[in-house]
C-alpha cells in the first residue's frame, strides 16, 4: 500500500490483499509475484493462501479521502496492484465486500480496479452498482497481446462511467479494434525488470 506512489496515472495504491494466480502470457513476469518471492510470501496459485490485513491498513484510503476533499482534488487510487480484486475464492468475499463499502465510503478517490478477469465483475460488485454506476469506479482489463483483446468485449458490457485498458506490459503489437466511445483510457508500457 502506498501513500504516494511511483506510478505516474495514480497518486496511491491500495491492496485489499496478496496474491493471485497466473492466467496469461502477462502475468510470466509478474512484478508482484516476485516481489512476493523476494520477501518470502508463498501466495502465489490456486492452492496458496492469500495474505490479508488488519483495520491500519484498511484507514488508510480514508485519510486519502479527507485529505483529497481538504484539497478540492479527486485522486486515484489504483486498487490490487498485488492481487486481482474479481479473482473468484471463497476466501476473497467478506474482504471484496469491505472494498464495495471503502469504496463507497471515498467519494473524493477514483478506484481503478484492474482486472484479467472482467467476465466476474458484474457478478461480484454490489447490485445497486449494476443499476447505477459509482462514478468513482473505473474499470479495466489487462490486454498485453492480442489474445487479451476478447477480454475487451467483457469490460464493455460493465456499467461504467470509465472503462480503461491496461496494455502493459504490452509484448506484441495488438488490433483492438474500434472502441472509441466505448473505452475512455488507455495506459501503455512494456516489461519492466530483469
Not at 61 to 83: I, Q, T
Request: with cysteine; hydrophobic share 40%; net charge negative.
Amino acid at each position: 500500500m502506498g501513500k504516494d506512489t511511483k506510478i505516474e496515472w495514480s497518486d496511491h495504491t491500495f491492496n485489499p490483499w496478496h496474491g493471485c494466480l497466473k492466467i496469461d502470457p502477462a502475468c510470466a513476469n509478474c512484478y508482484a509475484a516476485t516481489f512476493s518471492k523476494r520477501i518470502g510470501q508463498d501466495i502465489w496459485g490456486a492452492d496458496k493462501p492469500r495474505r490479508f490485513f488488519g483495520d491500519k491498513h484498511w484507514n488508510e484510503p480514508l485519510k486519502w479521502d479527507f485529505a483529497a476533499s481538504l484539497a478540492g482534488e479527486r485522486h486515484r487510487v489504483f486498487c490490487a496492484s498485488m492481487a486481482d480484486v474479481f479473482e473468484d475464492r471463497d476466501d476473497l468475499f467478506s474482504h471484496r465486500e469491505r472494498l464495495w463499502k471503502m469504496i463507497e465510503l471515498t467519494p473524493n478517490l477514483d478506484w481503478l480496479l484492474l482486472t484479467k478477469r472482467p467476465e466476474n465483475i458484474v457478478s461480484m460488485i454490489p447490485e445497486n452498482w449494476r443499476h447505477t454506476p459509482l462514478a468513482n469506479v473505473w474499470y479495466g482489463t489487462t490486454v498485453g497481446d492480442q489474445g487479451g483483446v476478447k477480454r475487451i468485449e467483457e469490460l464493455i458490457n460493465v456499467p461504467a462511467h470509465i472503462r480503461f485498458l491496461s496494455c502493459e506490459p504490452l509484448l506484441e503489437p495488438i488490433d483492438i479494434g474500434n472502441i472509441e466511445d466505448k473505452i475512455q483510457w488507455v495506459i501503455c508500457g512494456g516489461e519492466s525488470g530483469a
